[in-house]
């Protein structure tokens, strides 16, 4: 009698013998779950597979075993943990942290000209000169921002109106480039400014000083000047004009420009993209408004929910694709973030979404009157009275002393969202950050209470936005994505594609 | 109103509450309180001391009426169902977590050792204590030259 082989099937285990790799999940909708390990790697597949995972049901050999093995979400007896491979990726995602504050603030003044009702700044009137930033804090402040370990430092100018103060920054610009130079430090110099009061000299002054702008621009006329009022209502036709005027001078790449969105905003995505694209800017960025300084006051005009927001963005994040599809470079700089660190093993720079939360860690505020605060927002809210976040001041407190305080040591310990209620579970953990101070500003406690929190609906409604895109798997789409992660052209990336 | 409905183990007390008896042998206390943590914003939540071995949650649905900000408000039909689910996906969570913390923390331990965070430098020195008291010694001379 012939033998007769058992099927292959006989001879492979009967069940799945692997070890789970730290990992978390949620569900994007009925159909799809994201799966995204400790270190980033993630895998969108259909409803049930992390249960499946989790109760060892997954058929060894399958298409998802085999890729959530590479992925190191699951190890089994042909596979090693790779723990320093795992290690090594964390701390890549984590590499911020290195060199502790790189961005420092300067509020060289208050006054301003003009009378945005979102205003963040809380911004003086023209005439108050006690709001500028006195020589002697000046001084201490460069000194201050030179005890931080970084390498690299960024020092941003900022107001009220900065350029209303142009002997202060001219008295700050050589005195830091000296110090950096000194301990072998790099320095970026950016000036944010609606350029209202910028003369040709002192375009030239920040041309000769390698100084970079960032101005604003709300959209087109109708919108700019709505939000942004000023003696002559001719904000948007001061901003276009000196735009030019400063690119002629500066260079088209060292002026940048921020929208701020208000009620009238969210009415008008495609209006305000168009327009940017009209005035040559390469990028965009859809952020929701702050709930500090004026714009708390000025909440009718201002405050809208958080869900017309994300209306909002979303139809912008489609118009833009497009814009990009028709062959002109614009990247939304929100996405760019948030697909820098889903697509690449690295985090960023960005200081507001970030863990530990970039407050103090990454950036370091400098008043006009020598206070210390945490962030810009930190700095909002002592305008609005609360001093929660003032971490001393340069003319009474060290670098030790900011640091080793009660205000900054309190707002470490609800940074890590690793550790947050809410936070510690959620796939997006690695990707998304903590904001204390936005906890405390809009819920009154620091560590804050994730379900209502605009903070985490806001992330993680974009996030899901986004991993939806990915996983459709667009070829064009994705090319469009890594462009803007790698600040190159759609053009460069289709030619270094492979055939 | 009061309806029972068993494939969820739970009942509708009125339009906008439910009782739902959980049962301890499959969803850890961890798993309960933080799918409730999660639904706090929509629902008043409530776990009372329970006769027998069974976890109760009570649930009340905060909104009962249409509003500006949510003119669909969620009913406790819906409402349920769902909660059943993050249940279910906090219990997973909790497995994952049980099973793989001792990696993690040496993932995370070993991410920053490397970089010198977590070492401290040893004690004293690593000098031959002998050589060093050694009159002449090289220890001496090095140490006189960093001095001048």
Request: proline share 5%; with cysteine; hydrophobic share 40%.
């Amino acid at each position: 009698m012939p033998r007769i082989f058992h099927p292959l099937e006989a001879y492979s285990n009967s069940a799945a013998e692997y070890r789970l790799l730290p990992f978390r999940f949620l569900r994007l909708d009925n159909e799809a779950e994201l799966l995204v390990n400790e270190v980033g790697e993630f895998v969108v597949s259909p409803k049930g597979t992390a249960q499946a995972l989790v109760r060892k049901q997954l058929i060894p050999g399958s298409d998802t075993y085999l890729t959530l093995r590479a992925k190191q979400f699951i190890t089994d007896d042909s596979s090693s943990p790779l723990l320093d491979l795992l290690a090594t990726k964390y701390r890549t995602k984590h590499s911020f942290i290195e060199g502790f504050t790189k961005l420092h603030i300067f509020v060289v003044t208050l006054r301003c000209d003009h009378s945005c009702h979102y205003c963040q700044v809380s911004r003086q009137t023209m005439d108050k000169n006690t709001y500028d930033m006195g020589l002697d804090t000046a001084e201490k402040s460069v000194e201050m921002m030179m005890k931080s370990p970084a390498q690299h430092l960024t020092l941003e100018l900022q107001g009220g109106e900065p350029l209303l103060a142009f002997d202060v920054i001219r008295h700050i610009v050589p005195l830091a480039k000296r110090r950096a130079t000194g301990l072998g430090k790099a320095l970026d110099i950016v000036v944010t400014t609606n350029l209202a009061n910028a003369t040709d000299d002192m375009l030239y002054y920040l041309r000769d000083e390698n100084i970079k702008v960032s101005t604003s621009l709300d959209g087109p006329a109708f919108i700019h000047n709505a939000n942004r009022p000023r003696p002559g209502n001719n904000s948007y036709e001061l901003t276009i004009q000196n735009i030019e005027r400063a690119r002629k001078i500066l260079g088209v790449g060292k002026v940048a420009a921020l929208m701020t969105t208000t009620q009238l905003s969210l009415q008008h995505p495609i209006e305000i993209i168009d327009e940017y694209v009209r005035r040559g800017f390469h990028s965009i960025f859809l952020r929701p408004i702050s709930p500090y300084g004026f714009a708390v006051k000025t909440k009718k005009k201002t405050g809208y929910q958080i869900d017309d927001f994300l209306k909002f963005y979303r139809t912008g994040l489609a118009h833009i694709i497009r814009i990009n599809q028709d062959g002109y470079n614009l990247a939304e700089v929100y996405a760019k973030i948030v697909l820098t660190k889903i697509m690449t093993p690295y985090g960023t720079g960005f200081v507001d979404l970030q863990s530990p939360a970039g407050a103090g860690i990454n950036v370091l505020v400098y008043n006009y009157d020598g206070d210390v605060y945490a962030t810009d927002e930190a700095r909002m809210l002592a305008e609005m009275g609360d001093q929660t976040f003032r971490l001393g001041n340069v003319n009474t407190h060290s670098h030790k002393d900011i640091f080793t305080g009660e205000p900054f040591l309190s707002l470490v310990s609800a940074s890590c969202n690793q550790s947050l209620s809410g936070c510690s579970d959620c796939a997006f953990q690695l990707f998304c950050g903590s904001d204390p101070v936005f906890n405390h500003a809009t819920q009154g406690d620091m560590v804050g209470h994730r379900p209502p929190s605009d903070f985490c609906r806001r992330h993680m409604q974009v996030m899901k936005h986004l991993f939806g895109m990915i996983s459709e798997r667009d070829p064009e789409l994705m090319r469009i994505f890594f462009a803007w992660i790698r600040n190159s052209s759609l053009r460069e990336i289709c030619e270094g594609a492979p055939s | 109103m009061s309806s029972v409905d068993d494939s969820f183990g739970c009942e509708i007390d009125s339009e906008f509450s439910a009782t739902i008896r959980l049962d301890p042998r499959i969803y850890s206390k961890e798993a309960i309180l933080k799918a409730c943590y999660w639904s706090s914003n929509i629902a008043y939540i409530h776990i009372p001391e329970a006769p027998d071995e069974r976890l109760v949650v009570r649930i009340e649905l905060k909104q009962k009426v249409p509003s500006l900000e949510n003119p669909k408000a969620l009913t406790i039909g819906e409402f349920v169902p769902e909660f059943c689910n993050s249940l279910l996906d906090f219990e997973l969570r909790r497995q994952v977590e049980a099973e793989t913390a001792s990696i993690r923390q040496l993932i995370l331990a070993k991410a920053f050792s490397e970089s010198g965070v977590l070492e401290d430098e040893p004690v004293g020195t690593v000098v031959d204590p002998v050589e060093e008291g050694a009159p002449g010694s090289l220890v001496q001379i090095i140490k006189a030259d960093l001095n001048n």
